[in-house]
């Protein structure tokens, strides 16, 4: 009598299981850029959102308003408000600012054009700040 031997062998098993060990490997280190990639989005959008802010508090109050960097957070101060924003974990922040704060006239313009860079792993994001009416853009 033969008997059936139609279940897999040993080394059909560890095949499979190391070539899904891979595949889920690659996916996992991508999964990790676009949560990072992520993360420092989020963190642009906030800073900006701060930018404008800050913009148009000068030019409501008639006063001059700043945001102080320092290296996982920034302060946004006009009149007697103050708020600090903390980045999110590994992300650092960075400037070629004097003193790192940027500085808005009463018009709500700033007087010296800078970058402000955002650090978060291997992802490098710049937000470019230009003279006149203070507008930026994202470069990656």
Do not use: H, W
């Amino acid at each position: 009598m033969l008997r059936d031997n139609s279940g897999f062998t040993l080394l059909e098993m560890l095949l499979v299981l190391s070539i899904v060990s891979m595949i889920c490997y690659v996916f996992m280190v991508n999964l990790s850029v676009m949560i990072n990639s992520s993360k420092l989005s989020s963190d642009i959008q906030t800073f900006t959102n701060v930018v404008d802010q800050s913009k148009y508090c000068a030019i409501s109050s008639g006063e001059k308003s700043s945001i102080v960097m320092k290296s996982n957070s920034y302060t946004f101060n006009c009149q007697d408000y103050r708020k600090v924003y903390y980045l999110e974990d590994e992300t650092t922040i960075s400037s070629n600012f004097p003193s790192d704060t940027i500085s808005f006239t009463k018009k709500g313009t700033i007087n010296r054009a800078g970058t402000v860079v955002f650090r978060r792993s291997d992802i490098t994001k710049e937000l470019v700040m230009t003279l006149g009416r203070s507008t930026y853009y994202v470069k990656e």
